[in-house]
């Protein structure tokens, strides 16, 4: 199974910090990344795809960019509504799987 | 717009079969690329992938779970159904299923070039215990 290995587990910010999440991928995935939002007691919401497209209705202060091994989530200018656990998921094998997470929280 | 829902039992006892409902609108698995997901999270844990039915009927699992899980299509409806077996506690969730779309998939090696969970329905929680 392909590993994804995120980090950090967690991250202090203010609104209006720039917010860089990384994603390891234990081999080759190409572009095939996608990458998730989770508020508390919400649903997951598809925020990335193929490592840099913005899913339809997603904020452009979101972007990814990565290939192969190394991919990142940037949050440009953290909003109050972005505070929320973060998932990567690697979608070019099967089983397809997710990182653990990364929590963003308010400094 | 397509739409997804759980539903099931919220409470079943170790050692007994859980079985899962998605019911769906807006797709249909007679288009080229469609595929839905189970996923699961146990409270205040990350998201695990679980199950994928694609169009043709092909099916994958997740292999820490592939001996007791099935994932099957009700043709005669929009429905996809997940079953597990010989439950325990650990398998105490909220189990999700999720839309996807890719635009390869190699039945042979499991090679997929997937464009991410793009709905999801809402969820549902299945706590097991005695």
């Known amino acids: 199974d392909i590993q994804m290995a995120q980090s950090p587990s967690s991250v202090s910010a203010s609104v209006g910090d720039r917010v860089t999440i990384t994603c390891r991928a234990s081999?080759?995935?190409?572009?095939?990344v996608a990458w998730y939002q989770q508020r508390p007691g919400k649903v997951p919401k598809l925020l990335i795809y193929?490592?840099?497209n913005l899913h339809s209705g997603v904020p452009p202060r979101f972007s990814g960019s990565g290939s192969g091994t190394d991919f990142t989530l940037t949050i440009s200018r953290l909003q109050p509504e972005d505070f929320a656990t973060y998932y990567c998921q690697q979608a070019d094998t099967f089983p397809w799987t997710f990182g653990q997470g990364t929590r963003v929280e308010i400094k | 717009q397509i739409t997804l829902k759980e539903s099931g039992p919220s409470l079943v006892k170790p050692t007994q079969t859980l079985t899962l409902t998605c019911s769906f609108s807006?797709?249909?698995?007679?288009?080229?690329?469609?595929?839905l997901s189970w996923i699961r999270q146990p409270p205040g844990k990350a998201l695990e992938w679980l199950a994928f039915y694609y169009w043709g009927d092909d099916k994958r699992y997740n292999p820490s779970l592939e001996n007791r899980l099935t994932i099957t299509h009700d043709t005669s409806t929009n429905r996809v159904v997940l079953i597990l077996s010989n439950v325990d506690p650990v398998d105490t969730a909220t189990y999700y299923c999720?839309?996807?779309?890719?635009?390869?998939?190699?039945?042979?090696?499991?090679?997929?070039?997937?464009?991410?969970?793009?709905?999801w329905g809402p969820g549902t929680t299945v706590t097991v215990s005695s």
């Open positions: 999720a839309h996807s779309r890719l635009s390869y998939y190699d039945i042979a090696t499991g090679s997929s070039e997937g464009h991410g969970l793009d709905v």
């Open positions: 807006g797709f249909s698995f007679s288009t080229t690329g469609v595929g």
């Open positions: 081999q080759d995935i190409s572009t095939w």
């Open positions: 193929e490592a840099s």
